[in-house]
């Protein structure tokens, strides 16, 4: 496997895709496979022209990518002004591109354009946060193909229905999602930038997604007993806007951050004191209060990095960013954090990626869409596996009907 990226800030979008094409290419030093391309809404108007420009000038066929708010190359994170990144990847094995749809029936929706097959390790998914139902998606690949990973996030480039722009080959596309399958596998880091407070507890009665009861009393009734324990600081992040972590395997005795889901909690209600989560909680589960401060998720990315780092035992040879628009200056007061901090632990492999509306990663090992969340896909050479899958499955067959939004 091989790699190549660069970021591109002049003015006029065929012209910056062939700038970072061009570098990346020379970088990559072989004949791509693959290109994901992501380009800053001052590009929007031109997107069919800044594709065209960089596919041929990498001399690649295959391509995803999207418009979004903000650009990662390299260490930096364009914010303002315009920008276009290249990332270029000569891969082994088949890759292919593809497109999803979503048409609502009255069993609830169906999933279409794509056939699901054993073989691909790894899912790139980007996906118009209008218009796609992604964690439908998320659970289907979880059910069909255990084991599969996919990354990648919903667009952030547009501002209403209609408005997202998503990159596939030489079109330009504005619902649905886009995707790519390969047959590499992925290393997923997923930084959900949560700290916990208080102690563990079990949910001891639960509706959907409504938490009636942890270990038999209210959840408003707990989290007012936490407030008064804690220091000001944490009580204030609290009131501020307070997460829930759920323990994803209840076999693991000492949860980490990794071994939680994180989501957040919708409101309560003051007469139960029951508590409305971003996510359909089971009698049974474990769950924990968290906080959410720059702090915290400088602290739980810089550690992931550089447990990775060890792991690897060497620099990755190439990776994507999908950070959250919430994160960035938003959420660290400073511009470039999770890519420089990426680059800086992890050596400097050829980078690039975009702030998403959503981020996809998995966490204890099945797929989620998160919030407020850097997920980073690192590739690297290693043994090959065997992909998680027993046999085909078409989207198409009717899915549930959606339960309560995160």
């Known amino acids: 496997m091989r790699f190549g990226a660069a970021l591109s800030e002049v003015p006029g979008a065929a012209r910056a895709g062939t700038e970072a094409a061009r570098e990346a290419a020379a970088q990559l030093a072989a004949t791509p496979s693959l290109a994901v391309v992501f380009a800053s809404p001052h590009h929007a108007e031109e997107a069919p022209g800044l594709l065209a420009a960089v596919r041929e000038t990498a001399g690649v066929e295959r391509a995803i990518g999207c418009v979004a708010e903000a650009v990662v190359g ?40 794509h056939r699901l097959e054993p073989g691909p390790r790894a899912y790139l998914l980007l996906a118009d946060p209008y218009t796609f139902p992604a964690d439908l998606f998320l659970r289907y690949v979880d059910e069909r193909l255990p084991g599969t990973v996919v990354m990648g996030g919903m667009a952030s480039g547009g501002s209403g229905p209609g408005e997202t722009l ?4 030489g079109e330009v596309r504005r619902e649905g999602a886009v995707g790519v399958a390969l047959e590499v596998g992925v290393r997923p880091l997923v930084s959900q930038g949560c700290r916990p407070v208080g102690s563990p507890y079990t949910v001891t009665a639960a509706r959907g997604n409504l938490v009636l009861e942890l270990g038999g009393e209210p959840p408003l009734r707990r989290l007012t007993e936490l407030l008064e324990r804690l220091p000001p600081e944490d009580a204030e992040l609290v009131r501020r806007g307070v997460q829930v972590g759920l323990v994803i395997d209840e076999y693991v005795e000492d949860p980490g951050p990794g071994d939680h889901l994180i989501r957040g909690v919708l409101g309560f209600d003051p007469d139960s004191g029951a508590m409305a989560v971003g996510e359909q909680v089971e009698v049974g589960r474990t769950l924990r209060f968290h906080v959410r401060d720059a702090r915290a998720a400088d602290r739980e990315l810089r550690e992931a990095l550089e447990r990775e780092r060890e792991r690897l035992g060497r620099a990755p040879a190439g990776a994507l960013l999908f950070t959250c628009n919430g994160r960035g200056t938003r959420l660290f007061g400073v511009p470039d954090h999770d890519a420089g901090l990426v680059s800086d632990v992890l050596g400097g492999p050829p980078l690039a990626g975009s702030s998403c509306a959503g981020e996809i990663g998995p966490v204890g090992g099945r797929n989620f869409l998160h919030g407020f969340t850097a997920s980073l896909a690192l590739f690297a050479e290693e043994d090959p596996a065997p992909a998680g899958a027993s046999g085909p499955a078409q989207l198409g067959a009717a899915l549930p009907r959606r339960g309560p939004g995160r």
């Not at 390299?74 to 292919?96: I, S, T």
């Not at 998503?166 to 080959?169: A, C, H, K, Q, V």
């Open 166 to 169: 998503l990159f596939l080959d």
């Open 74 to 113: 390299g260490r930096r994170e364009v914010e303002d002004g315009p920008a276009v990144a290249v990332w270029l990847a000569a891969l082994p094995g088949e890759v292919r591109t593809f497109s999803l749809g979503f048409a609502r029936t009255s069993e609830g929706g169906v999933l279409h354009g």
